[in-house]
């Protein structure tokens, strides 16, 4: 059995603490040094946060061991597996295939939108919400909640929060793998991430191992990289597959 600790991918704590010691520095000087507005810029974002939460509550449906149960039991079983305590869980109509986590402390919200169920099996759907729930695990969700107000409107900032914001995506991309304990599933559903259920079915592994490399090795495909808050797909892909090649079977012999 794989720690949970090697799950975190290399260099996220460093490049979280290198984040927030150049935006203190830049906010530092674009406000003067007045700390207390940046406590007040902080706690208002918190707020927001706790706001946030309560208008998903009033806006989404529960999942409840009486109220979509299938899906309770997902969560449940990964929140065992992961030793931590089940977050409240909606579902919400989008037709973006989308989930996400809020909060800072406990209890966290995991919001699931109905076009993520319509489109994954139960095991990719497990895949896609320990991912969630490894936000949650490694603190990344009470981090951004801290650090949100710091990269707001200043590029330079947003881009260096955008460094970690994309390590975070690869440690909760393996404790998705770590869950659902098989590297095909993870990689169907970061696929199905992409192009939906309906045209996942076309995608060719030969074309797709071509664009994997094509995105992993150019310059300009990893600056353009560099403004976004989440990895390229295909480099998830990689890392992933990767991971499990040359860490899992290592250390397990193909085990998880």
């Known amino acids: 059995m794989i720690s949970l600790k090697k799950l975190r991918y290399p260099g996220e704590t460093f490049s979280l603490l290198f984040s927030i010691i150049i935006a203190l520095l830049t906010i530092s000087f674009i406000l003067e040094f007045s700390y207390w507005l940046l406590i007040i ?9 706790i706001i946030g939460q309560k208008q998903i509550q009033g806006n989404s449906i529960i999942i409840t061991s009486k109220q979509y149960p299938e899906i309770n039991k997902i969560i449940e079983e990964s929140c065992i597996k992961l030793e931590m305590v089940k977050p409240d869980c909606f579902i919400t109509f989008d037709p973006y295939i989308n989930a996400f986590v809020m909060g800072f402390k406990k209890p966290y919200t995991l919001v699931i939108t109905t076009a993520l169920i319509e489109a994954m099996d139960n095991e990719e759907l497990k895949f896609v919400i320990a991912h969630e729930l490894g936000h949650i695990k490694m603190n990344h969700s009470r981090l951004k909640s801290l650090v949100m107000p710091l990269d707001r409107n200043i590029p330079v900032i947003t881009m260096i929060f955008n460094f970690w914001l994309r390590k975070s995506e ?8 770590y869950v659902v304990e098989n590297v095909k599933i993870s990689t169907n559903a970061l696929l199905k991430l992409t192009v939906g259920a309906k045209l996942y079915k076309g995608i060719k592994v030969e074309e797709l191992i071509s664009q994997i490399t094509t995105s992993y090795d150019e310059f300009m495909e990893k600056i353009g990289e560099l403004f976004l808050t989440h990895p390229y797909i295909t480099n998830r ?20």
């Open 237 to 256: 892909i990689h890392n992933i597959v990767e991971f499990f090649n040359f860490d899992i079977k290592k250390t397990d012999g193909n085990n998880l």
């Open 170 to 177: 690869y440690t909760a991309d393996r404790i998705g793998l």
């Open 41 to 49: 810029i902080i706690i208002g974002q918190l707020l927001y946060v």
